[in-house]
């Protein structure tokens, strides 16, 4: 090493080389050569755990929450539990449709006559069905728009900021539940409303009529029969429903109140976290659990039967009322619960969402009450007791005028690694990017020198300054003032040995 005193002494700015290569006593250099390297060894081990953090793709998540004088308000999806009224039945549709939703069997008997009314029985009874045709391209579009039920009846009243509701406030949608409604729902020709406060009294109040003696006890869907009330979901307006899966049950003799937050995450892509920053989506504006299903599942019922269900996107033909039920349903039903031969729904949670946490609470109706208020003032004219069976009151507002802002962002970017290695590398051996180059230059020397080019230089000079050895009162005997030239009279320059 030819150079390494000129560089220890002189040059570098590493802690404690200078000790090392310096005068001083053996156990002295030997005390800071082991300082020296105790603390590079613990600035290497940082900087391998430091890397192994920086690849491991560590993130956390940032909270904020913004305050504002209002908020665009979500849309709010309500569906009836019962898919088709029983008055609205024709004998067409029996004849179609009866025996696949279980309501009569192959001779047109109804399977479970005491759960219908006496005036639906009386009708099947004294129906001619050699005379009713059946039809293998049954209209299933028209037969679940007309048997479903219908908004005019559904909804007894609906107030939105305590003014009453207008008609364009409510849109008309197919889901796996039938006829639903979409309160606000995103579109290019309106503007979405906003709530300029918190509470119930800026928000929206329904109070609706699930008709629970239009109910049929169909076996449509794997179920549901069972339940009376209405599924309620709270989503982002630009976003479609999926009711069956995400929506809530709110059930009738109560008035429930959904409070509900607004909340928008944005979460990191690959290889941070499994989001999906741009999905395959073909029928919605962008990318959304709910479209995610959606489109999947409809994938699997157009592969499995060739046609798809009335309330699936795409321009697939509907399926008719045979292949509707003993083709389509179940396939929809296996694909739900992820069992499907045709493929199974993973979808990811999006990167980008607008998501609305809710909090719903209920309290008893007090049916008589209402019974004398809706005799006054409406033209619902039921009593206490059909009341207390069939009305539900919901309010759906915001318990606060802000929104939180989840953000995840990396725990390690290339900046923040760069500076606590340069910071590591300053604390525990005193070194900075230019220390390296002046290590650079020193290794460039040594291999120099190895080749057999050396650098005729002051390293005597250097050797005096550092006390690595005396000077010699004839080492500047020869050179006068000014003089660059080497102990040969040359200048200093690269020579080859």
């Known amino acids: 090493m030819v150079y390494f005193r000129e560089y220890a002494c002189e040059v570098s700015d590493f802690h ?91 001779d ?7 759960l219908y009314t006496e005036e639906f029985q009386n009708k099947i009874a004294s129906v001619n069905w050699t005379g009713v045709e059946e039809d293998d391209n ?19 009243e609906c107030t939105w900021r305590g003014e009453e509701c207008e008609d364009e406030y409510f849109t008309h949608i197919f889901t796996h539940l039938g006829n639903c409604y979409t309160f606000n729902k995103y579109s290019s020709d309106s503007d979405l409303l906003t709530s300029p406060a918190a509470g119930p009294a800026n928000g929206l109040k329904l ?10 006890p169909s076996n449509d869907l794997d179920g549901g029969a069972s339940d009376s009330g209405v599924m309620v979901m709270v ?14 049950p709110v059930g009738p ?4 109140f959904i409070s509900m937050r607004h909340e928008s995450i944005t979460a990191l892509p690959s290889p941070y976290t499994d989001c999906e920053t741009d999905g395959d989506i073909e029928h919605y504006d962008h990318y959304s659990l709910q479209a ?35 083709c389509a349903h179940p396939q929809l039903v296996d694909a739900i619960h992820g069992v499907s031969e045709f493929g199974s729904c993973n979808c990811g949670s999006p990167c980008k969402a607008e998501v609305y946490p809710i909090t719903m609470a209920s309290t008893k109706l007090r049916s008589a009450f209402l019974e004398k208020i809706f005799q006054e003032k409406t033209s619902f004219d039921h009593n206490a007791s059909y009341i207390e069976e069939n009305v539900v009151a919901l309010s759906v507002y915001y318990e606060a005028l802000n929104y939180e802002t989840i953000e995840q962002i990396p725990a390690m970017d290339t900046y923040t690694l760069l500076a606590t290695v340069g910071g590591n590398m300053g604390l525990f051996i005193g070194a900075g990017l230019l220390t390296l180059v002046q290590l650079l230059e020193y290794f460039l020397d040594e291999i120099l020198s190895l080749c057999g080019i050396t650098r005729d230089n002051e390293r005597d000079e250097v050797a005096v300054f550092c006390g690595c050895r005396k000077k010699n009162k004839t080492d500047d005997s020869s050179k006068s003032p000014g003089d660059e030239s080497n102990t040969n009279g040359q200048p200093l320059a690269w020579t080859t040995a």
């Not at 003799?253 to 429930?256: D, I, L, V």
Request: glycine share 6%; with cysteine.
């Open 292 to 326: 995610c299903r959606i489109e999947c599942e409809t994938n699997i019922v157009v592969e499995a039967c060739g046609c798809k269900l009335i309330e699936q996107p795409g321009t697939e033909p509907n399926c008719n009322p045979n292949t509707t039920h003993e």
């Open 235 to 248: 989503h982002d307006a630009t976003e479609p429903p999926y009711v069956k899966e995400f929506a809530m």
């Open 138 to 156: 049954y209209n299933m579009t028209d037969f679940q728009l007309r048997t479903g039920h219908q908004i005019d009846d559904m909804i007894i």
């Open 207 to 216: 109070m609706l009529d699930i008709e629970t003696e239009e109910y049929v």
């Open 16 to 106: 404690g080389i200078k000790h090392i290569a310096g005068k001083g006593g053996l156990f002295r250099r030997l005390f800071w050569l082991l300082c020296f390297l105790s603390a590079l060894g613990v600035f290497l081990w940082q900087t391998v755990l430091l890397f192994f953090f920086y690849f491991e793709d560590h993130h956390i998540t940032k909270v904020d929450v913004s305050y504002e004088s209002s908020l665009v308000f979500p849309a709010v999806t309500v569906c009836n539990f019962n898919k088709y009224r029983e008055s609205a039945l024709t004998e067409d549709d029996i004849k179609n449709v009866g025996i696949h939703l279980g309501i009569i069997d192959e």
């Open 253 to 256: 003799g109560f008035h429930t």
């Open 108 to 114: 047109h008997n109804l399977i479970y006559p005491t």
